[in-house]
DNA sequence: ATAGGGGTTCCTGTAACTGGAAGGTCAAGA
DNA sequence: TCTTGACCTTCCAGTTACAGGAACCCCTAT
């Protein structure tokens, strides 16, 4: 199969599968008139990397779980840390988030948002606020 | 005074705030040796950029936000919106990572996550889950 | 003179791709 | 046979918002 067939398989864009080949995380064969041609175990891996993409797992992170994947040795334990400590950056990217949102949803609640200039959310970003302490 | 004072107190990298010049957001004085020399407003806008940046807006919105502060005949209305563009980016991205947190959430509990080789996260990634319809 | 702690520019690298140019390949149709 | 169109190839540049580091200049104190 083509590149373009494994694109629809795996639902990756062919730059994507071609930017993985370059990286190594995936090795299909060559034609005769170079096209790249993938097998089933190619396939696997793309999807395998797809999902875990999905979950935010960065590339060394897939890189890394499909060496575990593919070390039928592995101890459980190894994939757990890493899953751990991924949900453990999520947790801190979703706390990031949310005070974000609640700093600035309070400004921009706190603006009118109509034709006249007065603007909380410019008088806000413009002072630093030192609620904290004195 | 000079780019290291004006780290401490914007609390900006000196690297971040040559960079900021670099892109046109901010155009301090110049010293006989060369030297950038920081004034009240330099100051003053490095903080506002540092804040915004604080609440997630991309450079460019820094510096649309910049230029309606400095617009004193702008309308409320276009802050908010920026603002109001920015939340619903944000609404998206915590949406994201809850989901992220809760699908790598199911797997890691399902792990021991111990000596054996056993993995439910590893399965859960090596299989097209179809949960939905057919 | 020297040491240190400033400052300067310029180049490279980061993460994970995406877009685009220039060109080869293949199957189908006139 | 030629052409059209959809494939495929490689390679280079751009994205975001900086950080690291080299090579070098400046200033002050000793």
């Not at 199969?1 to 629809?8: H, S, T, Y």
């Not at 930017?19 to 299909?28: A, Q, S």
């Not at 797992?57 to 779980?65: N, S």
């Given at each position: 199969m083509n590149?373009g067939d494994?694109a629809?398989?795996?639902?990756?864009?062919a730059?994507?599968?071609?930017y993985?080949?370059?990286?190594?995380l995936?090795?299909?064969?060559?034609d005769d008139?170079?096209?790249?041609?993938?097998?089933d175990?190619?396939?696997?891996?793309?999807?395998?990397?797809?999902?875990a993409?999905?979950?935010g797992?960065?590339?060394?992170?897939c890189?890394?779980?499909?060496?575990?994947?593919?070390?039928?040795?592995?101890?459980?334990?190894?994939?757990?840390?890493?899953?751990?400590?991924?949900?453990?950056?999520?947790?801190?990217?979703?706390?990031?988030?949310?005070a974000?949102?609640?700093a600035?949803?309070?400004?921009?609640e706190?603006?009118a948002?109509?034709?006249?200039?007065?603007?909380?959310i410019?008088?806000?970003?413009?002072?630093?606020?030192?609620?904290?302490?004195?």
């Amino acid at each position: 199969m083509n590149i373009g067939d494994i694109a629809r398989i795996t639902k990756l864009p062919a730059k994507t599968i071609r930017y993985y080949e370059d990286i190594g995380l995936v090795n299909p064969a060559r034609d005769d008139n170079a096209y790249r041609r993938f097998n089933d175990s190619d396939v696997h891996k793309l999807g395998f990397i797809g999902r875990a993409r999905s979950l935010g797992f960065t590339i060394e992170d897939c890189r890394a779980l499909l060496a575990l994947y593919e070390d039928k040795d592995r101890a459980s334990a190894d994939v757990k840390q890493i899953a751990q400590h991924h949900l453990a950056l999520i947790d801190v990217k979703i706390a990031e988030l949310k005070a974000m949102r609640t700093a600035l949803g309070h400004l921009s609640e706190s603006c009118a948002g109509d034709h006249r200039p007065d603007c909380p959310i410019l008088e806000g970003l413009s002072v630093s606020s030192q609620t904290k302490s004195g």
